[in-house]
């Protein structure tokens, strides 16, 4: 089977290209997902827009009210960016985990999101900072909140003519506390069993704020609602941190069985995980029994 595609010089021409009537068309940005998918058959795109030389989806940029990240930005990258650093170190925490140095340079912020896997690991950052994804299109550009956008497996609530231009993340309160976690069958380059990305503030001994997130726990992302719900306002007891992680292991995610792992197992290792993170983080250093 033919491909029509188009390697796109401008981002009017990606944006044309995606307009075009017919066939749905398929955006390749670093390929480490749509090239092996394309090599196993799973995918087989009619039209493919090829957007990696596009430099208006690269770059980062500090903004009134937060961080602009390019779609185009890959992990590579973002682990070096001093902004970056000072801005969503969550972020490039996360960009840590993915796969070896190949693949982090050119693995792209953009195509995690576009992408939609489950077993991402950037999206659980990005949901528990509060990030923001821009989508342009010829008729003009809007933004949706991350966890909003990533609306179930591998979906998106992407038009088929828009493009993944940029996230914002938003300021980060002073004195906010973040921390992720990933485990999967080694120390790295394995795709997750699952990842936790929290985003905390405290005051005295009380949490005052708090957003959290979870990957390969469902069939998306996840903002662990329940957790959020439970601890907001609550002191700092080890036992309360054990007992909301437990809870949350209970109802804010939805794992399966695969071939990486169990259900069971990876409610358990969720809540151990879970209450950990947020033991050291509030500096309650909770460990479930």
């Known amino acids: ?35 092996v998918e394309l090599r196993t058959g799973r995918a087989r795109p009619e039209r493919v827009v090829d ?5 208006e989806l690269r770059g980062v940029r500090a903004e009134s009210d937060g961080l602009r990240i390019g779609a185009l930005a890959t992990c590579a990258e973002l682990r070096q960016d001093p902004l970056v650093a000072r801005g ?18 050119r693995a792209t912020l953009g195509g995690n999101l576009g992408t939609a896997s489950p077993a991402a690991d950037l999206n659980p950052a990005l949901v528990a900072l509060g990030a923001r994804v821009r989508l342009v299109s010829l ?16 979906r998106t ?14 300021t980060r309160p002073a004195g906010e506390r973040c921390g992720l976690r990933k485990v999967g069958t080694r120390r790295a380059q394995s795709i997750s069993k699952l990842v936790v990305a929290l985003a905390l503030s405290v005051e005295g001994r009380r949490i ?33 941190l054990r007992a909301a992680a437990l809870r949350s292991a209970r109802e804010d995610i939805a794992p399966i069985d695969d071939v990486r792992s169990s259900e069971a197992y990876r409610r358990q290792v969720f809540a151990r995980v ?16």
């Open 208 to 240: 005052t704020a708090l957003r959290a997130a979870a990957g390969s726990v469902g069939p998306r992302t996840l903002r662990l609602a329940g957790l959020e719900r439970a601890l907001v306002g609550a002191a700092l007891e080890p036992q309360l």
């Open 274 to 289: 879970l209450a950990t993170l947020l033991g050291e983080l509030s500096g309650a250093f909770a460990c479930p029994s």
């Open 88 to 105: 969503a170190a969550l972020v490039a925490a996360a960009c840590a985990e993915v796969g070896a140095e190949q693949i982090q340079a």
């Open 157 to 170: 609530l992407r038009r088929p003519d828009e493009l993944v231009e940029s996230v914002l993340v938003p």
């Open 51 to 55: 957007v990696w030389k596009l430099g």
């Open 139 to 154: 008729a003009g550009a809007r933004e949706l909140s991350c966890d909003e956008f990533l609306a179930g497996y591998r």
């Open 1 to 35: 089977m033919s491909v029509d595609v188009t390697v796109a010089r401008s981002l009017r021409e990606a944006l044309e290209a995606l307009a075009r009537p017919g066939a749905p068309t398929q955006v390749l940005a670093g390929g480490t997902d749509l090239m």
